[in-house]
């Protein structure tokens, strides 16, 4: 008896068909192949301080519990969540249950996603506050919910500080509706470096208490990464916020160690169930040994005053950077908080082919965008890497030539890769004068 053979077809969920190659795969490793200074993907290039290393070499001592090595409790290491609940209870002015309010997954990349999936049922609505962190957009596809965009708007022409970025709440107020479930909050922000104000969150909040389903999820991880006068305000402190709000927080832009992927949520006792249930079908449990260092570390540095250390290291980095932008004639914007800087480069005017070439792209993606050519043409013919600002709005809006205006540049680096920097800005300044826009 003879069989015919049937031809295996692969098909992919429908569930990512949103998903496309991102900006993520094309200017990193553009930098590694061209030897650009990368200021692009924010990540720090120097290793954890060196009490966060003791601790993590203390969990490899002969003396620690063998349970270490084991899996960790699933909704996160004692010793953590009790860490954690120490850490924010006196910020929040109530008492967090380690045990029933925190849910440690890995990084907040997981925080995210599981946050949604939990809380998302196809057809419900998010709200997006354009330019967001891509991570945002995955979520509300693989939890089939429906995006609404709303903007960060200049409140003047010509703008040089975060703060001056305004969020219109009679905007807010005309995308909400019945179906709106989650709201997304990132302060401070990634890309711009506004900090939200006081103010603006209890404005945010009036709104948000008036619609019955809608919960915020409120990313606050560059918190100790501010600068000036701006205070990081929780909108979970405010009255009627904390029984609707998914705080999320990781400690890997703090303790520089973004590879260890330690992030958490902070919840009410119900919204966290929810979490922890999805939490453990996806990844189940983090590395219990950086969990216990990440424990200890969070007491540490709270004794030293680390987080002092760390603000005054990075503002020293940002205002070096920021120099070296604004002589550019870049009009860069100072950030209030995280660790970008956006400049502007409405004035850069490309020549031929520039940034087009397709054997100086990874991916041949988005020629059509202006920042995605530019940021391109400074990876691999000027020799510095940005990340093009389009790349944080929605497929709608990215084509819009307000959402290509601004180029993206991290100064999480080391003092020699700065220095490095140095160079290459004289270099561009050089290169850019007889090409300005209008020249």
């Not at 200017?27 to 993907?41: D, E, M, T």
């Not at 990349?109 to 949604?116: D, G, W």
């Not at 890769?417 to 290169?431: G, M, P, T, Y």
Request: glycine share 4%; hydrophobic share 35%.
């Amino acid at each position: 008896m003879s069989t015919s053979k049937v031809e295996f077809k692969f098909e992919e969920s429908t569930r990512i068909e949103p998903f496309k190659d991102s900006v993520w795969l094309e200017y990193s490793p553009l930098a590694i192949k061209f030897g650009s200074v990368n200021l692009g993907q924010g990540f720090p290039n120097w290793k954890p301080p060196q009490f966060v290393l003791d601790n993590l070499k203390s969990t490899l001592s002969p003396t620690t519990d063998a349970l270490v090595h084991q899996y960790a409790r699933s909704a996160g290491h004692i010793n953590l969540v009790n860490a954690i609940a120490k850490k924010y209870s006196p910020d929040y002015g109530r008492k967090i249950n380690p045990l029933t309010e925190i849910v440690v997954t890995v990084g907040a990349s997981e925080a995210i996603c599981t946050t949604m999936l939990a809380l998302l049922s196809p057809g419900d609505e998010v709200i997006l506050i354009e330019p967001f962190f891509d991570m945002y957009f995955g979520g509300a596809m693989l939890s089939q919910a429906v995006i609404r965009t709303i903007s960060l708007k200049p409140r003047k022409q010509h703008i040089n500080n975060a703060s001056d970025l305004v969020l219109d709440l009679n905007e807010l107020k005309s995308v909400m509706n019945e179906k709106t479930k989650l709201l997304i909050i990132n302060t401070p922000h990634n890309p711009t470096g506004k900090v939200f104000t006081e103010e603006e969150l209890k404005g945010i909040a009036e709104i948000v208490c008036q619609h019955p389903r809608c919960l915020v999820m409120f990313d606050e991880v560059y918190e100790h990464i501010i600068y000036d006068n701006a205070k990081h305000v929780r909108i979970a402190k405010i009255p009627g916020m904390y029984e609707r709000t998914v705080t999320i927080n990781s400690s890997g832009k703090t303790f520089s160690s973004t590879g260890w992927k330690i992030g958490w949520t902070i919840a009410p006792e119900n919204i966290s169930s929810a979490i922890s249930k999805t939490h453990q079908y996806t990844s189940f449990s983090v590395s219990t040994p950086q969990q216990e260092a990440i424990a200890l570390s969070l007491a540490d540095a709270e004794k030293s005053g680390f987080y002092e250390t760390l603000k005054n290291e990075y503002l020293k980095r940002r205002d070096f950077l920021y120099k070296l932008l604004d002589d550019c004639g870049l009009n860069p914007i100072l950030p209030q908080g995280s660790f970008f800087i956006l400049a502007d480069a409405s004035q850069i005017k490309l020549k031929d082919n520039e940034g087009r070439e397709k054997n100086k792209s990874i991916t041949c993606l988005n020629f059509d965008y202006n920042d995605w050519n530019i940021c391109r043409w400074l990876t691999t013919d000027i020799g510095v890497t940005a990340i093009p600002c389009s790349a944080f709005y929605s497929e709608e809006n990215a084509s819009k030539p307000e959402s290509q205006r601004y180029l993206r540049f991290a100064f999480c680096k080391d003092d020699a890769s700065l220095q490095k920097a140095v160079l290459v800005f004289k270099k561009l300044k050089e290169v850019l004068e007889p090409r300005r826009v209008g020249n």
